[in-house]
Every structure is written in structure tokens, then in C-alpha cells.
């Protein structure tokens, strides 16, 4: 296993921007799958934006064009862009590390809370 722990979340006014990061404690290297996923109250996880480690990258539907992840493996450092935010972005915002593109792997972060308020 390995260790998150995500950074840089806040609180933003709508249209704003964020940049979220999560540093692993050892080389992420060997993950084929770093992801993004976030949370709101009283709903479920979901998948915001994974890349491969050949940095082939997905993203939800609901932030095509907005959010932009990206993987550094030698600083074991994975980064969540987010612009043009929305109140409906408002969740916590959690990193994981996992085997392939077939759902999220056994190591989360603690999360990092992003709130889009007016």
C-alpha cells in the first residue's frame, strides 16, 4: 500500500480555480492508475479524472474542459487542476492509487475539502 495524503483544497468564489495535490509516500510509479475521486453530502463517490501511467487520461462528464489531472512519478506527486468551478463542485476531493482502470484501488488519502460559494 501506499500513503496520501491530498492537499490544496478551499473555498472559491463560482468560476474560480483550484489546484489540487497528492503526494504519495513512495513511487507512484507503479500504479497504473492515479485518480481523482470526490464526494458531496449525502451522495456517492465518483470518479472525477484518472491518468495511466502512460498518461492516458478520463474525466467525468461533468468536468470535461474544466479539470485537468496530471501525474509527476519522480516527485510521486499526482495534480487535479480545477477551473471554471461550480457550486456543484463542491465535495471532497479524495486521491487513489490503483491497479487499472476497472475501479479504484485499497489506498485513499484523507481528502481535501473544495467548496464553491458565492
Known amino acids: 500500500q501506499v500513503q496520501l495524503v491530498e492537499s490544496g483544497g478551499g473555498l472559491v468564489q463560482p468560476g474560480g480555480s483550484l489546484r489540487l495535490s497528492c503526494a504519495a509516500s513512495?513511487?507512484?510509479?507503479?500504479?497504473?492508475?492515479m485518480a481523482w475521486y470526490r464526494q458531496a453530502p449525502g451522495k456517492q463517490r465518483e470518479l472525477v479524472a484518472g491518468?495511466?501511467?502512460?498518461?492516458?487520461?478520463k474525466y467525468a462528464d461533468s468536468v470535461k474542459g474544466r479539470f485537468t489531472i496530471s501525474r509527476a512519478n519522480a516527485e510521486n506527486t499526482v495534480y487535479l487542476q480545477l477551473n471554471s468551478l461550480q457550486i456543484e463542485d463542491t465535495a471532497v476531493y479524495y486521491c487513489n492509487a490503483g491497479p487499472n482502470w476497472n475501479g479504484p484501488g485499497d489506498s485513499w488519502g484523507q481528502g481535501t475539502q473544495v467548496t464553491v460559494s458565492a
Open positions: 491518468i495511466s501511467r502512460g498518461g492516458i487520461t
Open positions: 513512495r513511487s507512484i510509479f507503479w500504479f497504473v492508475v
